[in-house]
């Protein structure tokens, strides 16, 4: 049976090099809160960027399908909870996608 935390963690790892790439700073990894969790937390410029990081491995599955209303909510509760810890809450910020399957990797800014 495959080991899915190792394999989820792994995708987020592939994420993360793939935004350095692109110049941004990652802040944070599995930010973690009563209301939800946020798989990468970024900087782009100046632009607090929470980014949700799906992987779909079985053929027929897009990764971007994955992510519902009900994840679209946790992960604005868990970014309003990580502005107000950090004190940041008017701070400019965005919600990305970042979809990993055998095609490649997809970025979707301001995914939702």
């Known amino acids: 049976m495959p080991d899915l935390r190792r394999i989820g963690r792994e995708a987020e790892d ?5 935004l ?10 599995r930010y973690q809160t009563r209301r939800g969790e946020i798989d990468l937390v970024a900087l782009d410029g100046e632009e607090i960027v929470f980014v949700e990081v799906k992987l779909r491995q079985t053929p027929g599955y897009r990764p971007e399908e994955a992510v519902g209303e009900k994840k679209h909510a946790a992960l604005i509760a868990a ?11 008017n701070h400019p910020h965005r919600y990305d996608l970042i979809a990993i399957d055998k ?5 979707y800014e301001r995914a939702f």
């Open 14 to 18: 592939r994420a993360a090099d793939y």
């Open 20 to 29: 350095i790439a692109k110049g941004y700073t990652i802040v944070t990894r």
């Open 103 to 107: 095609q490649g990797i997809r970025h």
């Open 79 to 89: 970014a309003q909870t990580y502005l107000q810890t950090t004190e940041t809450p």
